[in-house]
Each structure stands twice: as C-alpha cells, then as structure tokens.
C-alpha cells in the first residue's frame, strides 16, 4: 500500500495552460505539504497544510492554489503554467510537525514540464 | 547565506570505503536534523534524524551533530555501489528545509 500518492506521474503541458496535481495519505497524518525540486535538485517547501488549514505559504506566485479537501487530500492548482514552473513536485505528510523529531514521509513526485 | 549548505559532489569513494558527507547550517536555534536519500528520479527517503550532540549509529551509518559549529554529518561505512545517491541535508523548522544535496558515486 502506497503511503503518500500523487497523481500523475508525469506532466507535460503547454505554456498559458491551467493543470492540477493531486495527493493522497493513508498515513493517518494530519499535515500535508507541497515541496518544488527544481532541475539542481533544491527541494523547497511551497505550502503546508494542518488538517486542512493552511499553516505554511512561502513566497509562491499566486498562480500556484492548495487545497485541501479533508486531512488526506492536498491538490495543487497551477493557473497560466510558465517555462520557469517545469520541476519535480512531491507531496508530503508528516504528523505532529511542532515536534523537533518528526520526519516527512514523501510521494513519488510529480514531474511537470512547460513547453 | 542559505539555511542549510552542502557540497554539490560529485563525492567519489570506492568500495569498502567510507563515504564523509557534511551539511551546515545558518539557524543556531535548530534543533532537529535529517538525512534523506535520493535516487535517481526517486522520492527522498528518510536514513536518520538527529537531535543531540555527538554521534547516532545505525547500521552502517553514523550521523554527527556539532551544534557549536552548526554541522551536521553522514558517515556511510563500507560503501556499496547501491549507495550511491543525493544525500540531503535537512533541518527542522516550520518545515523541513533542505541543503541542495551532495551526490555520492561508489565505485565498484
């Protein structure tokens, strides 16, 4: 059974199109997260979410919308889709996240380029 | 400065060798740190967090926490080809924040 899942795998789309990536957790967690790995493998946190409340928004274009439809679910809405968006998106979940010794358990990535 | 800093590699070692990998950090208030691994084309994949001074050991490897130096290591004994990957620094904050990774090639 796959603990975090993201759909799809691989994404290839035009320049100016809206796309969404969706995740799922089966690990009972109550947060979830978007990271972007870009093409020098810097994985960086978009957004968090706490039981579906958004608790972490780093300085993302507001092209980019989470949403989070129940605690097991976080999707990821890109409007008017750039060159500069193409990387690799992983989901994330971890639980308790105020506590120094908890870890993030990662999705199998999304990899989305722009063409 | 960025938060957390690593070497880029590649790092090169051959087999049976240890493999060194090093990670600083700029928040002198950060408490939790982890090493994830990352093949190719994979998801990262957590090897070993750690929270104290000292050395923590597990299997074939040892994480080393300086919090006076802000420095973090992985040490990866009898390296085996399979090891090799992005090795990824990272430190607990609101989130995880990651180094941009050290690349390990083991050489048959």
């Known amino acids: 059974d796959t603990a975090v899942s993201q759909t799809p795998k691989y994404l290839v789309t035009q320049m100016g199109n809206d796309k969404s990536i969706k995740c799922e957790q089966n690990?009972?967690?109550?947060?979830m997260y978007w990271y972007k790995q870009d093409s020098k493998k810097f994985l960086k946190i978009m957004f968090s979410?706490?039981?579906?409340?958004?608790?972490i928004n780093e300085t993302v274009p507001n092209r980019f919308s989470p949403k989070s439809p129940d605690k097991a679910h976080l999707n990821l809405h890109i409007n008017s889709l750039e060159l500069g968006d193409s990387a690799v998106y992983f989901c994330?979940?971890?639980?308790?996240?105020?506590?120094?010794?908890?870890?993030?358990?990662f999705g199998q990535g999304t990899r989305l380029t722009v063409v | 400065q960025k938060e957390v800093e690593q070497n880029s590699g590649p790092l090169s070692v051959p087999e049976g060798a240890i493999a060194s990998l090093n990670c600083t950090y700029s928040?002198?208030?950060?408490?939790?740190f982890f090493w994830y691994r990352q093949y190719s084309g994979k998801s990262p994949e957590l090897i070993m967090s750690i929270y104290s001074n000292g050395d923590k050991e597990d299997g074939r490897f040892t994480a080393q926490l300086n919090k006076a130096s802000q420095y973090v290591s992985l040490l990866i004994r009898d390296s085996q080809p399979s090891d090799s990957a992005t090795y990824l620094c990272a430190v607990k904050r609101r989130a995880l924040t990651f180094g941009s990774g050290t690349r390990l090639q083991v050489q048959p």
């Open positions: 690990l009972g967690h109550d947060t």
């Open positions: 928040d002198r208030g950060s408490q939790s």
């Open positions: 994330a979940s971890s639980q308790y996240p105020w506590r120094d010794n908890t870890e993030a358990f």
């Open positions: 979410y706490n039981n579906k409340e958004l608790i």
